[in-house]
Structure formats: structure tokens, C-alpha cells
């Protein structure tokens, strides 16, 4: 790997949780800005443009040739960084709008707000985070599924039938009646 763009050290928590700033966001006039989710480095697509990814994305590749390939964007430029607070903050606000917040996983929380800060298009084929980027105003790239339209969704127990607009506790059980909430269409 290139010494002047290295990797972070991933023993060290780097995710909404840090600092991020676009004051280093360098793009070309005619390069468009694209964040990678790691369903990216899976497939062998084209990537042109100036390229950026969160730390987590590295550690969730476990395939020798995604890894290969992680390795050879970074060395070519791909950018290795944390968002900053204040998106995260916004990205969280906008999943719980969605009903997405209970399936984002961190990594893609920190994609959106990383892709929401520097101004890029997500390329992903999620169909959470691309719900999330409506609400965002991000751009979406889909790699091979299709893109999605904005879907609100809102959690209901399916014993009760109460709906929430957020899961009420960690446990993913109803308090009123203790069983199990699933996300629904609003």
C-alpha cells in the first residue's frame, strides 16, 4: 500500500463515534465522488471517480478477492475515512423517519453520513440504506439489483398490533404485550 494514503489502523474505533472533516475532500472538476458499500468490492465493476469508504466496510470483506481488491482501490487513491458527528447525528434522525433504523447496520450508517458529508453518491445495493439516502437527499448508485423508492415504515407488534414509530426497547419485544415487533409499511 502507498505510504502517502494509508489504510487506518482499524484497532482503533474509528465510526460516528469520531471526527470527520471535508476540509481534505480533494476531487477534480470532472471527477464525480463515489462511496463504496462493501457490496463493492465483491463484484468486478468499473469504478471511476474519486473513490471513498468508512473503516468498517475493510473489516466486514472476508474474501480474499474482496480483500485484493480493497487493497489495490486504496493503493490507487481510495480514500479510508470516518464521518463527522453532526452526519451522524442527521443520518440517525433520517433512519428512524424511514422505520430503517433497526436494520442499519454501523457500516451503513457511517456510509450514508460519510456520502451526506463529502457530497458523494453511495453505491450500494441495499435496499435500507438506499430507502435512508431518499430522506438524506443523497445519490444512490445500485451495482447489479434495482434502485428502490422511498418506502416509511413503522414497527408493529404482532400480538397487539401497536405500532411505534421507534423500536421502544433493545429486546425487539412489545412492552405492552412481549411479542416480537416487525418492521411494516406505513
Known sequence: MSSDNPVPDLDQEETCKSTGSTDDVVSKPDQQIFVLDTSAFFLSVPLVGHLYTVPRVE????DLRGKARFAMLVDEGMDVRAPGKQYCKET????????????LSDTDADLLALAKEIGGTLVTDDFAIQNTAHILKIPVQSIIQRSTTL?????????CGKYYDELPDKTGDCPICGSALKR???
Do not use: F
Open 151 to 159: 418506502r416509511i415504515r413503522q414497527i408493529r407488534c404482532t400480538g
Open 184 to 186: 411494516k409499511h406505513k
Open 59 to 62: 473489516r466486514e470483506i472476508k
Open 92 to 103: 440517525a434522525q433520517a433512519a428512524v423517519k424511514t422505520g430503517d433504523a433497526t436494520v
